[in-house]
């Protein structure tokens, strides 16, 4: 069993940063490939980006391509999510995800995650 908490929503104009945190506990994290997905009101769940837990493979929604990065800190069972020239249209409570699986893979679809963290809001005001 694997716990996540996010952390670092908030409220925040157009243009600005946030860091999201996920922070893991229960089995090993570092053999856990994690994602961030994120949900807009009426709108179903969307993949934001993932990264594997070995050689730190990553994988971006076009949408978020070029602004976000996420990162992995192993020894600190977090992952990140940080989010540089953000827009009104990335509003949603944004979850991270885990699943064990192989050292290099990434998965992209909701249904692959076995674990889910309860969310962080963010708003992002034009």
């Known amino acids: 069993q694997v716990q996540l908490v996010e952390s670092g929503g908030g409220l925040v104009q157009a243009g600005g940063s946030l860091r999201l945190s996920c922070a893991a506990s229960?089995?090993?994290?570092?053999?856990?490939?994690m994602g961030w997905f994120r949900q807009a009101p009426g709108k179903e769940r969307e993949f934001v980006a993932g990264?594997?837990?070995?050689?730190?493979?990553?994988l971006y929604a076009n949408s978020v391509k070029g602004r976000f990065t996420i990162s992995r800190d192993n020894a600190k069972n977090t992952v990140y999510l940080q989010m540089n020239s953000l827009k009104p249209e990335d509003t949603a409570v944004y979850y991270c995800?885990?699943?064990?699986?192989?050292?290099?893979?990434?998965?992209?679809?909701?249904?692959?995650?076995?674990?889910w963290g309860q969310g962080t809001q963010v708003a992002v005001s034009s």
């Open positions: 995800a885990a699943v064990q699986t192989s050292p290099v893979v990434v998965f992209s679809k909701p249904a692959s995650y076995d674990y």
């Open positions: 229960g089995r090993t994290f570092s053999h856990y490939s």
């Open positions: 990264i594997s837990w070995s050689v730190g493979i990553t």
